[in-house]
């Protein structure tokens, strides 16, 4: 059983300007792609099988990455359930031509085991601390997995219901929304990982770009991603899908925007569509100095809007609070 150094796999990226934004900084969604597939590789390695991405923790840009840099990604396997393993993946990033490194991020996901079909397996192994450094990151793992379990207590129920979590629907689910779009897209085989399913990083990718869209054209200016609150995952999505992004404007602060987004995936095949998950991301618009810059306005007016506003305000104190003790 080795220790959790011993699962340790580092990748390396180079910002090239097909990865950034309008702003010339890494996009959001590309280095949410870059921590899925550190993430997916030591569990790979581990479980000696087909894993998916379960769920990701809250996720929270520390400071911004330019084109040019270098991204150094570290993911390990920090705890074994049983078809299920905790990763964690700290994210630096390196100015090759002065040596400086900075902390950009880091994140915990929970890798799942499965067979060909997607069924959850078991993972066979474990991981076993070495020393007390390793036996505190062993702890934390376990105590999110806790906590999560708890958090997905509807899963079952909410899995194969479009509606279910629908905080984030397109604006004909909730007597007209103002701001909100819906974007369809078709899953190619280049999309999967594991046989036919589609990899979660190609998801995170797409539905950075589907909530940034939004926030773009509220602001009338660019954007950029400052957080992605915890995502869970409650079903699979397979090649020849439907997967619809249902986005929707939920708060308007001084400088940031809460954006909504709700994934379904349909089987045009047999007409069924499931609910995949439900996200909430933070957008920031920045000024022509490159600083936040304040944004239009923007005051509920019906009881959809007021209660997605209610609830996007609490989830803020809480961004706030955890975005304090990271700093």
């Known amino acids: 059983m080795p220790a959790i150094a011993e699962t340790r796999l580092?990748?390396?990226?180079?910002?090239l300007p097909e990865h950034a934004n309008i702003q010339g900084n890494l996009f959001g969604g590309r280095m949410m792609y870059w921590?899925?597939?550190a993430a997916t590789l030591p569990a790979l390695r581990l479980a000696r099988r087909a894993v998916l991405l379960g769920s990701m923790e809250d996720l929270d840009f520390l400071a911004p990455v330019?084109?040019?840099?270098?991204?150094?990604?570290?993911?390990?396997?920090?705890?074994?359930?049983?078809?299920?393993?905790e990763v964690g993946v700290e994210v630096e990033a390196e100015n090759?031509?002065?040596?400086?490194?900075?902390?950009?991020?880091?994140?915990?996901?929970?890798m799942v085991a499965v067979d060909?079909?997607?069924?959850?397996?078991p993972v066979g192994t474990t991981v076993t601390p070495a020393g007390p450094e390793e036996s505190a990151l062993a702890l934390a793992a376990?105590?999110?997995?806790?906590?999560?379990?708890?958090?997905?207590?509807?899963?079952a129920e909410s899995a194969g219901d479009p509606r279910a979590l629908g905080a984030t629907g397109a604006a004909e689910a909730e007597g007209g929304l103002r701001h909100a779009i819906?974007?369809?897209?078709?899953?190619?085989?280049?999309?999967?990982?594991?046989?036919n399913k589609m990899f979660a990083?190609?998801?995170?990718?797409?539905?950075?770009?589907?909530?940034?869209?939004?926030?773009?054209?509220?602001?009338?200016?660019?954007?950029?991603?400052a957080s992605i609150d915890a995502l869970d995952f409650h079903a699979p999505i397979l090649v020849g899908n439907i997967v619809t992004y249902q986005a929707a404007i939920n708060y308007v602060g001084r400088t940031s925007i809460e954006v909504g987004v709700r994934v379904v995936a349909e089987d045009p095949r047999a007409g069924t569509v499931r609910h995949t998950c439900t996200a909430y991301l933070t957008a920031v618009h920045i000024g022509p100095d490159g600083r936040p810059a304040p944004l239009p306005p923007l005051s509920p007016q019906t009881d959809a809007e007021r209660r997605r506003w209610e609830e996007a305000e609490a989830r803020r104190a809480l961004r706030q609070r955890r975005r304090a003790a990271l700093v």
Do not use: W
């Open 10 to 15: 580092e990748l390396v990226h180079l910002v």
């Open 35 to 37: 921590i899925t597939s």
């Open 66 to 85: 330019r084109v040019g840099d270098l991204v150094i990604l570290r993911g390990q396997v920090e705890h074994v359930g049983r078809s299920s393993m």
């Open 96 to 110: 090759p031509r002065t040596g400086q490194r900075h902390r950009a991020t880091s994140a915990h996901l929970s």
């Open 116 to 121: 060909d079909e997607g069924r959850p397996q």
């Open 142 to 155: 376990r105590a999110r997995k806790q906590a999560r379990d708890r958090r997905l207590a509807g899963r």
């Open 182 to 195: 819906e974007v369809s897209r078709i899953v190619f085989p280049e999309d999967a990982v594991a046989g």
């Open 201 to 225: 990083g190609t998801l995170l990718l797409a539905l950075d770009e589907v909530a940034s869209i939004l926030a773009v054209r509220y602001a009338r200016g660019p954007v950029v991603t």
